[in-house]
């Protein structure tokens, strides 16, 4: 009989939260950086202690633009490159891993399961780890929620984003990512994550909007996992350091979640 196995990826960062840590993922967006700005601040970010490279974004860019981005990323990193796909085109055989998710909110069956259903063969095929995330999206102003076709969720009603976490969680989603949106007024409030951290046990991805290191506190304290940024990157790396900072340092007093199986 075969079984299904953890990957490297998912092991890794499951070991880091195991041991009480709070993770930083830098995402990149192929639209907004050309492969050697990319390798620039993916390696600043590494040397910052970020825990890994996110790539992707919101709008269309083709299979050879993410190949090219991710060998460049991988040449100058150490940390895994996890793919954050849009689409079918965003699968590139270079990457460490790929966030194997579904924008469960969707009005479009899509973005659900249709473009997962087209991208899964070719995921086996580049042997790629696939990382089960259920995906959720939150306010309707931004880039994800038009292309992705969401039904936003309200950024203040926790209890709803919680019932849709639960449901990811009992169809075997591994994690769970709170997207507020990618150049987000406002992150995802800390009560919102409070109510999903109550539901759910697995691990809380929050992103979108976090452009201070209080932001990524708020957020964690009130129960996230791991903290994604992209745009502050891009503005002022120096803001992002700060934040990474105030990740890798966050100590909370609750005892660790047991992840690993
Ligand atoms: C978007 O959550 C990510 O998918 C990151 O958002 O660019 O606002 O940091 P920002």
New binding site residues.
Partial sequence: MRHLRIGKVEQYLLSKLEAGEKIHLL?IDPEESSPENASRIASKAEEAGSDGIMVGGSTFFSQSQMDELVKSIKSSVGIPVII?PNNVTSISRYADAIWFMSLLNSVDHYFIIGAQSQGAVLVSQYGLEAIPMGYLVFGGDTA?AAMGRALPLPLNRGEVAACYALAAQYLGMRFIYL??????QRPIPPQTIKAVRKAVAIPIVV????RRPEDAVEALKAGADII?????AEESFERCREIIRAVKSFKTWQTPHHFLP
């Fill in positions: 995402l954050f994800v997207e507020a949106g990618s150049g987000a992103g979108g909007g976090i994604v940024t992209g745009t502050i």
